[in-house]
């Protein structure tokens, strides 16, 4: 199966700072990632759809502005918490789409961000 | 809005019982059904089932979807400790901006003891 790569896989931040995180599919060129997060004892909620090469599309109630995201490769995807808050600790994960293996997503490893 | 609804949400079992979860959905323009075992990390793929009726097996575990009455069941036989995760059920719309979207049910936390 194919991979994918996150990093940090864990990071602590005090509030008001940024946080990017950065998603690679290593072994395919990803024309579509997603981005996820998941809070404690809670399934995975899409935050967005990113395309490489053009904007990414958020879910309603997702910030555009607080959560930025970036596909400018086929095979990294970025996503930046800007200005992060406690509330905005989560595990944030990626998943990743293309090539032959169109049909399936493959998950990274998440990142579990914790802002102090 | 798309649903995905899973039970039981916990489970606890002994090594070498059978269990079954249950996912049951709600999707506009279904295209497709996915499992996915989750332990501390990410979600690592199972199954996808796009056919009624017919069942995906993977060693000790197997998988069914009903179209007809929108949900799937995942069989864990003979469990072992090692299978003990939350199961996640997810589903995937058709067709222009939704393609790959996927939404999750709440998941199944399974435990089982030796």
């Known amino acids: 199966g194919a991979v994918v790569s996150q990093h940090p896989s864990r990071v602590i931040c005090k509030s008001g700072t940024s946080v990017k995180i950065e998603c690679r599919s290593l072994d395919f060129q990803a024309t579509t990632m997603f981005w996820y997060r998941q809070f404690p004892k809670q399934s995975l909620m899409l935050m967005a759809t990113s395309n490489e090469g053009s904007k990414a599309t958020y879910e309603q109630g997702v910030e555009k502005d607080k959560f930025l995201i970036n596909h400018a490769s086929l095979t990294l995807s970025t996503l930046t918490v800007t200005s992060a808050h406690p509330e905005d600790s989560s595990f944030y994960i990626c998943?990743?789409?293309?090539?032959?293996?169109?049909?399936?997503?493959?998950f990274g490893p998440g990142t579990r961000l914790t802002v102090l | 809005e798309d649903k995905v609804v899973q039970s039981p949400l916990s489970l606890v079992v002994h090594e070498g019982d059978t269990v079954t979860l249950n996912c049951s959905y709600e999707?506009?323009?279904?295209?497709?059904l996915l499992w996915y075992k989750q332990e501390k990390k990410a979600p690592t793929f199972l199954f996808m089932l796009t056919s009624s009726g017919i069942e995906k097996k993977s060693g000790r575990l197997s998988s069914i979807l009903d179209k007809k009455e929108l949900f799937s069941i995942l069989n864990i036989t003979a469990t072992q400790t090692g299978d003990s995760a939350v199961y996640l059920c997810a589903v995937e719309p058709f067709g222009g901006t939704s393609y790959g979207k996927l939404t999750f049910g709440q998941g199944t936390i399974l435990t089982v003891h030796p």
């Open positions: 999707v506009t323009n279904f295209r497709s």
């Open positions: 998943s990743a789409r293309g090539g032959v293996l169109y049909n399936e997503q493959f």
